[in-house]
């Protein structure tokens, strides 16, 4: 078991630039989950996957912000035209399906800057 | 959404207990309560959940009041690597799998 993990860790880019995460959830895990936290905030959920269906998407996720998990394992967050505000880490979690507690596990997430 | 309040920080002393508020007035009856907190420069971790029983396991307790309306974490022995930010959240479920709403949380400082 690896954990979750995301890449890239970090990136910097200039306003109007597409830019695109990915996240590689833990095996077997079914349940993918993206989040955004600012500084000194909580994480705000935006998207969740169960399997390769997208099955709610927060209305913090704006047209420009297109989420895929075309094979059900890892997941790609893009964002296009990028604006200052966007500036945020983001977070992918899975978890898989298992009666009561449906823990997630979290990865370190991609830190995005947008100058 | 419904929501929890939790104070903004919180301080205390290495190998004593630590005790976290957190205040969920409008929690329905199938909410449940889950914990996680965030280390530095980490994604946040899973700590405890619990319904209406208080739970233990070997990273904290949570003791929830009778009315559901408050709970609160307990670590028994703090050490410097629970200095956190510890989110108190109310499990929010889509077609069965959890949305976490995530507050403001607590900034636990530990001194040595």
């Known amino acids: 078991d690896t954990g979750v993990s995301q890449d890239p860790r970090h990136k910097i880019t200039k306003r109007g630039q597409n830019v695109t995460f990915r996240c590689d959830p833990i095996?077997?895990?079914?349940?993918l989950y993206w989040y955004r936290q600012t500084l000194g905030q909580g994480p705000e959920f935006l998207t969740y996957?169960?399997?390769?269906?997208?099955?709610?998407k927060s209305r913090l996720l704006s047209d420009r912000f297109s989420a895929e998990r075309p094979k059900g394992s890892f997941s790609t967050l893009e964002i296009q035209r990028t604006e200052q505000g966007d500036s945020a880490m983001y977070l992918c979690?899975?978890?898989?399906?298992?009666?009561?507690?449906?823990?997630?596990?979290f990865g370190p997430g991609t830190r995005l800057t947008v100058l | 959404d419904a929501k929890t309040t939790q104070p903004n920080s919180m301080e205390s002393n290495e190998e004593e207990p630590v005790h976290l508020p957190c205040n969920h007035s409008?929690?329905?009856?199938?909410?449940?309560i889950h914990w996680y907190r965030q280390l530095p420069s980490q994604g946040p971790e899973y700590v405890i959940h619990?319904?209406?029983s208080n739970v233990n396991n070997r990273m904290a307790s949570l003791a929830i009041a009778e009315d559901r309306k408050s709970s609160t974490l307990i670590l028994h022995r703090a050490t410097l690597r629970d200095a956190a930010v510890y989110y108190c959240?109310?499990?929010?479920?889509?077609?069965?799998?959890?949305?976490?709403?995530f507050g403001q949380g607590t900034r636990l400082t530990i001194n040595p």
């Open positions: 979690a899975s978890s898989r399906r298992l009666a009561g507690n449906n823990e997630q596990f």
């Open positions: 095996s077997e895990h079914n349940r």
């Open positions: 996957f169960q399997n390769e269906a997208q099955l709610e």
């Open positions: 409008t929690i329905s009856g199938t909410d449940y």
């Open positions: 619990g319904l209406t």
């Open positions: 959240i109310l499990r929010y479920l889509i077609q069965g799998a959890q949305k976490l709403v």
